[in-house]
């Protein structure tokens, strides 16, 4: 298969594509975009990620816990528990990363816990797992997906904290927030720069990512959210890693480049990211 794309980062082991799975991996291909990272968000998903991993060579995996799901948690593990669980599957072959991984205050309000709050416990508890994934990676020496929403400070925080050398072009911010300080310390610290179908949307987020060098720039759908323009004024969801050529193409006028040159360095780049030598 002819590999133009990598999409570094879409939930195909979500229950959204658990009909349609095989459908879209085939239509991804014909457009050009041969591998796929599936990050879990939990256990479940992390488990089912490779899962799905085992049967398509296209499919690389990373497994974490995303800070929505460090707290009022249905299961009654400790942290530790899911630390020791994580710890088993990360020595499959398929798994590249840990992720994602981070800290979130946004204020949801679709989410599947009642009461959702960002309680100070809520926040130490997304810490403390996010701190104990970090040095996870580093052990296995995994590349590292972070998710970071309204908490620059506190990720930058962690980071410096937790940084070694190792992890310069092994760590992600994915879909990345529109902000000249996360910039700045990505590039100081070779951090990639995930960009998803909302660039497509104009405004700050197009802004922002005209000004970051292709060589910081890693391509991802995130589906099945953030369905790119024009599709979302068409509503055609769910979004697919099928739809990554858009995000290039609009990222290539962007920055008044061919699209060629946008598949091949921010491939390269995922590459790098996830040490896959395809
Ligand atoms: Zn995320
Ligand atoms: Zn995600």
């Known amino acids: ?9 879409c939930h195909l082991n979500f229950k959204r594509f658990n009909k349609t799975r095989e459908q879209v991996i085939k239509e991804s291909h014909k457009k050009g975009v041969g591998i796929f990272v599936v990050p879990g968000t939990d256990l479940f998903s992390s488990l089912k990620a490779i899962e799905i991993a085992k049967q398509d060579d296209s499919i690389y995996v990373a497994i974490g816990i995303h800070p929505h799901h460090t707290f009022n948690k249905e299961a009654s593990n400790t ?4 630390m020791n669980e994580l710890e ?6 398929k798994v590249v990363a840990i992720g994602e991984i981070g800290l979130d205050k946004h204020m949801y309000e679709d989410t599947k816990y009642e009461n959702y ?4 416990e809520f926040l130490n508890a997304q810490k403390e797992y996010c701190i104990a994934q970090i040095r996870l990676a580093r052990k296995y020496d995994k590349a590292l997906i972070l998710h970071n929403r309204e908490t620059k400070t506190e990720i930058i925080d962690i980071i410096n904290q937790e940084w070694c050398e190792e992890m310069r072009f092994r760590t ?6 529109p902000d ?3 910039l700045s310390y990505a590039q100081a610290h070779d951090i990639y720069i995930g960009v998803d179908g909302d660039v497509t949307y104009g405004g700050e987020k197009s ?3 005209k000004k970051v060098p292709l060589t910081m720039l890693v391509l991802e759908t995130d589906s099945p959210f953030l369905l790119p323009e024009p599709l979302k004024t068409q509503r055609l969801y769910p979004n697919t890693p099928a739809n990554i050529p858009i995000i290039a193409q609009y990222i290539a006028d962007l920055k008044g480049i061919r699209v060629e040159e ?3 360095v921010t491939t390269k780049n995922a590459k790098r990211l996830f040490n896959l030598n395809k």
Request: with cysteine; glycine share 0%.
């Open 180 to 182: 000249e300080d996360l």
């Open 1 to 9: 298969m002819n590999t133009t794309f990598i999409d570094t980062h």
């Open 88 to 93: 088993k599957l990360i020595t499959h072959p």
């Open 117 to 120: 709050q960002i309680s100070d």
């Open 79 to 82: 942290m530790q528990d899911d």
């Open 262 to 264: 946008v598949a091949e």
């Open 172 to 177: 992600v911010f994915h879909c990345c927030e």
């Open 207 to 209: 802004s922002f990512i």
